[in-house]
């Protein structure tokens, strides 16, 4: 049955870049309804496999099936038309365009030429009604994240932290089912970060699923049910939280470099 399987299965993953692997054969599942952590020290093929998974990056070689679905080498927007969406180590919001602008963007941008060419020939009235529901959507999901008061702002001017909190927002916006997260932490400051970690715990609560890359242990510990640990492009260990936090291979890699 669907809902028992789990929602993502990375099966022997590789990417080469050139003469580089950056993935090595990883393979892991993620369960529904999860706040699922992936680690590793910098260089192990964190934001690659996330690359991998979302289409961003077209893999060597294994498989990406998502909700029972082959999704491997699929296009982005045809990747978040099935339900899995994800945000980047480095925020990508227009600087030039206001938050909310952005956010009326987030669908065109992410389901692409699906979504607006099948807008495209039904009656001018139904699109104008398509606006404004989307519209009320951007609204609900910036107050949802507490950014609604920054809507008329340009996203050039928003902190650190409040353009993580755009970015997911506007990833929401894609209705997603699943999200991976590459570190939404960064730089930001610790109350938002504190918002930002309860904001993800009330969409898992509603049925979201997320894989987290963070480089914060404690966020990770605290926050992740289940953890995978990748080190020079494989998966080192998975499991527990608390397991993984006293897995001896794993304090090497960390140490070890
Ligand atoms: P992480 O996110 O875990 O820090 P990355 O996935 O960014 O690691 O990188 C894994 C390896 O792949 C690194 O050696 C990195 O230099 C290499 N790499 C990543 N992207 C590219 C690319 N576009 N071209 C060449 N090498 C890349
Ligand atoms: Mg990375």
């Known amino acids: 049955r669907l809902d028992e399987m789990p929602i993502l299965r990375v099966d022997d993953l590789v990417k080469r870049f050139g003469g580089i692997t950056a993935i090595d054969g990883a393979s892991f599942e993620v369960e529904r309804g999860t706040i699922t952590g992936l680690i590793g020290p910098n260089g192990a093929g964190k934001s690659t496999t996330f690359n991998c998974i979302t289409g961003v990056h077209e893999p060597s070689e294994g498989s990406v099936v998502f909700e029972g679905t082959d999704i491997t080498s699929r296009r982005t927007h045809q990747i978040a038309t099935e339900g899995l969406v994800r945000t980047f180590q480095i925020a990508r919001e227009l600087p030039e365009m206001t938050v909310l602008e952005n956010m009326m963007l987030a669908p065109?941008?992410?389901?692409?030429?699906?979504?607006?060419?099948?807008?495209?020939p039904i009656a001018r009235r139904e699109v104008v009604r398509e606006e404004e529901q989307l519209r009320q959507r951007a609204w609900d999901t910036l107050e949802f994240f507490e950014i609604d008061h920054l809507a008329h702002d340009y996203a050039g001017t928003l902190s650190g932290g409040q353009r993580k909190l755009l970015e997911m927002a506007r990833a929401l916006l894609t209705d997603p089912e699943m999200m991976l997260l590459d570190e939404p932490m960064a730089g930001v400051n610790p109350s938002l970060e504190k918002k930002l970690l309860e904001h993800v715990h009330e969409l898992q609560e509603q049925g979201y699923t997320f894989l987290l890359v963070e480089h914060d242990m404690d966020v990770i510990m605290n926050h992740c049910e289940h953890v995978i640990v990748m080190h020079q492009g494989q998966v080192l260990a998975e499991g527990p939280a608390a397991e993984i936090k006293s897995n001896d291979e794993v304090i090497e890699a960390y140490l070890g470099g």
């Open 108 to 120: 065109q941008g992410q389901l692409g030429e699906s979504l607006w060419r099948s807008v495209a």
